[in-house]
C-alpha cells in the first residue's frame, strides 16, 4: 500500500463475498512508507463486512519507527486458532519474523503450541513473513532468517508434524518439499501489478482420526473393549507412549491421540465374553 490501496480492496472484497472462504490473512509488507498502514486499515475494514481478516507483520511494515502503529492498528503477529468443521479441527499458528528472527522467546511459544496443540487437529499451517529459503541477503538484516535459525525451526516443524508454511516477503510465487512439509511463498498485490494474484488455501480430509482407523480394520465389534483402547506412538526422540482411549467418550475427539500417526500401533482388547469363548 502507497497512497492507494485498490488491489488490497479487491483481495478483502473476493474473500468476503466467498461463502467458502473461513478468513482472509495478509502476510505482511502491508506498506513500505509512513502513513500506509493506516490506509490498508481502512481500506480493510471498509471491505470485510463480517469476514476474518488476519494481518501479520513483514519487515517493510516496521521502517519508519512504526511498530507501535503496527500494534495499536493490527495487534500483535503471534498466536493460534483453529477452524472447527462438523467432522475435524486444524490448528493454524501465526508468527511475527517482521524482523528476520522468531527469537528465542517465541521459537520456545512455538514449540510449546506445537507439544500442547498439535496431536488434537487434523492439519497444521504455520504463517508467517519472511520465507525459509533466501536465496540471496538483499534484505539483511531485518528480512532473513540465519542458516542456524532455519535449521531449528525447520525441524521443528517436521518433528510436530507441520503440513503447510505460508510465507511472503519476497514478492513471486515459489514452492518447496523439504521434509515432509510443504512451504508456500506467495506473490504480492501492490497496485503496480497490472495482474496481481492470490492463493486459496483449500484444507481437506487427509488425515486419519483414530475411529476412521478402528473402522478401516473392521470396527470393534461387540466383543472389543470400548472404554480402553490403547495407542503406542513412538516420538521423534524414540520414546514409546501409552495412551488409553474411551471411545465412548466424546471429548476423544479433543485428545493430542485422536488424529493417528504413522507407525501408531493401536490394540483393542477382547471383552469377557470374547476372552471367555477363546477358552477351550
Not at 472447527?84 to 486444524?90: I, V
Not at 529459503?133 to 542456524?148: A, H
Request: aromatic share 10%.
Amino acid at each position: 500500500v502507497k497512497k492507494t490501496a485498490e488491489h488490497l480492496a479487491r483481495y478483502i472484497d473476493i474473500a468476503r463475498d466467498d461463502e467458502g472462504a473461513l478468513f482472509a490473512t495478509v502476510l505482511g509488507d502491508i506498506t513500505d512508507q509512513k502513513g500506509g498502514l493506516k490506509i490498508a486499515h481502512d481500506t480493510i475494514e471498509n471491505h470485510k463486512g463480517e469476514s476474518i481478516v488476519r494481518v501479520l507483520a513483514g519487515n517493510h511494515d516496521i521502517y519508519f519507527d512504526q511498530w507501535a502503529e503496527y500494534y495499536d492498528l493490527f495487534g500483535s503477529s503471534t498466536y493460534y486458532f483453529v477452524v472447527k468443521t462438523p467432522t475435524a479441527s486444524d490448528l493454524f499458528i501465526a508468527l511475527d519474523s517482521s524482523c528476520g528472527s522468531l527469537g528465542k522467546r517465541q521459537t520456545r511459544w512455538l514449540e510449546d503450541v506445537l507439544i500442547e496443540k498439535r496431536g488434537a487437529h487434523r492439519q497444521c499451517i504455520v504463517m508467517t513473513h519472511t520465507h525459509f529459503f533466501d536465496r540471496d541477503m538483499s534484505q539483511f538484516p531485518t528480512g532473513n532468517f540465519s542458516i542456524e535459525e532455519t535449521a531449528v525451526l525447520t525441524n521443528l516443524f517436521t518433528k510436530y508434524d507441520v503440513n503447510l508454511v505460508i510465507s511472503g516477503h519476497d514478492h513471486h510465487n515459489e514452492n518447496y518439499d523439504f521434509n515432509g512439509v510443504k512451504y508456500l511463498v506467495l506473490d504480492d498485490i501492490q497496485d503496480l501489478d497490472s495482474e496481481p494474484t492470490y492463493f486459496i488455501v483449500s484444507v481437506t480430509s487427509e488425515k486419519m482420526n483414530i475411529l476412521e482407523a478402528l473402522a478401516e480394520a473392521g470396527d470393534m465389534g461387540q466383543y472389543g473393549v470400548r472404554n480402553d483402547v490403547l495407542l503406542i506412538r513412538t516420538d521423534a526422540d524414540g520414546r514409546r507412549h501409552h495412551v488409553h482411549l474411551n471411545m465412548n467418550d466424546a471429548n476423544v475427539i479433543n485428545s493430542p491421540y485422536y488424529y493417528v500417526q504413522q507407525n501408531d500401533i493401536i490394540y483393542v482388547k477382547p471383552n469377557k465374553v470374547a476372552a471367555g469363548n477363546s477358552v477351550i
